[in-house]
């Protein structure tokens, strides 16, 4: 035990490095999940095909795993660029002890706030943003991070819910019809789901429906 001490130096260079890098990357993988969900287009993308789920009413069809595991995909799809720049400008130069962690913390930050700041509304940055009695930021690089996130997601939130709005509609009207159809042959008693869920899957297979509601995830971004 005393030799294996011994053969540790903490004051070597490359022992204090590897360290750092060890710290650094442990930090990144324990906010990983906060950092895929809230800082990239992760939320908007499973809340959709959440409400395309819904909409349908096949219960647990397609399965959680499966939503998860496309919306997964599809945020890495969409943040390839952002994830790029992040290792070229941040990761890369760190690993190669260019630049210490608070520059590349920096560097790392400035693809996130420029991709956040595309899709957050102006009124949901102002309400944090005086909250913390900042003043309205130069650049993107001058916007905190604490007051940049939330109002991201709220944003994303709020767009989210409004394309779930736009897929909800069509199969409302086949459930109205359906249920009209049913009442005017006093069949009240026949739940009008069971009727409308064939036509409901009918119609989403028509229109080949997953492609169209990827391809309209896709051009919000």
């Given at each position: 035990?005393?030799?294996?001490?011994?053969?540790?130096?903490?004051?070597?260079?490359?022992?204090?490095?590897?360290?750092?890098?060890?710290?650094?990357?442990?930090t990144?993988?324990?906010?990983?999940?906060?950092?895929?969900?809230?800082?990239?287009?992760?939320?908007?993308?499973?809340?959709?095909?959440s409400?395309v789920?819904?909409?349908l009413a096949?219960?647990?069809?397609?399965p959680?795993?499966?939503?998860?595991?496309?919306?997964?995909?599809?945020?890495?799809?969409?943040?390839?660029?952002t994830?790029?720049?992040?290792?070229?400008?941040?990761?890369?130069?760190?690993?190669n002890?260019?630049?210490?962690?608070?520059?590349?913390?920096?560097?790392?930050?400035?693809?996130?706030?420029?991709?956040?700041?595309?899709?957050?509304?102006?009124?949901?940055?102002?309400?944090?943003l005086?909250?913390?009695?900042?003043q309205?930021?130069?650049?993107?690089?001058?916007?905190?991070?604490?007051a940049?996130?939330?109002?991201?997601?709220?944003s994303?939130?709020?767009?989210a819910?409004?394309?779930?709005?736009?897929?909800?509609?069509?199969?409302?009207?086949?459930?109205?019809?359906?249920a009209?159809?049913?009442?005017?042959?006093?069949?009240?008693?026949l739940?009008p789901?069971?009727?409308?869920?064939?036509?409901?899957?009918?119609?989403?297979?028509?229109?080949?429906?997953?492609?169209?509601i990827?391809?309209s995830?896709?051009q919000?971004?």
């Amino acid at each position: 035990m005393i030799d294996l001490l011994e053969q540790i130096n903490t004051n070597s260079p490359d022992t204090v490095s590897s360290s750092v890098t060890l710290l650094l990357l442990l930090t990144v993988l324990s906010l990983a999940p906060s950092i895929l969900i809230l800082m990239t287009s992760f939320t908007r993308i499973v809340i959709v095909l959440s409400f395309v789920r819904t909409s349908l009413a096949t219960q647990q069809m397609p399965p959680n795993q499966v939503l998860v595991g496309l919306s997964l995909f599809l945020t890495f799809f969409i943040m390839a660029p952002t994830f790029q720049d992040v290792n070229e400008t941040a990761l890369t130069p760190l690993f190669n002890e260019e630049i210490t962690i608070e520059e590349a913390y920096d560097l790392a930050s400035l693809p996130f706030k420029e991709f956040m700041s595309q899709h957050t509304r102006q009124k949901d940055l102002e309400l944090f943003l005086s909250y913390l009695d900042e003043q309205p930021p130069a650049s993107v690089e001058d916007i905190p991070l604490t007051a940049l996130v939330p109002a991201f997601a709220i944003s994303e939130l709020k767009t989210a819910f409004q394309i779930g709005f736009m897929i909800f509609i069509p199969f409302l009207v086949i459930d109205m019809v359906v249920a009209s159809v049913l009442m005017s042959m006093g069949m009240m008693m026949l739940p009008p789901v069971m009727i409308s869920l064939p036509f409901k899957i009918l119609l989403f297979i028509l229109v080949d429906g997953w492609y169209l509601i990827v391809k309209s995830l896709l051009q919000t971004f």
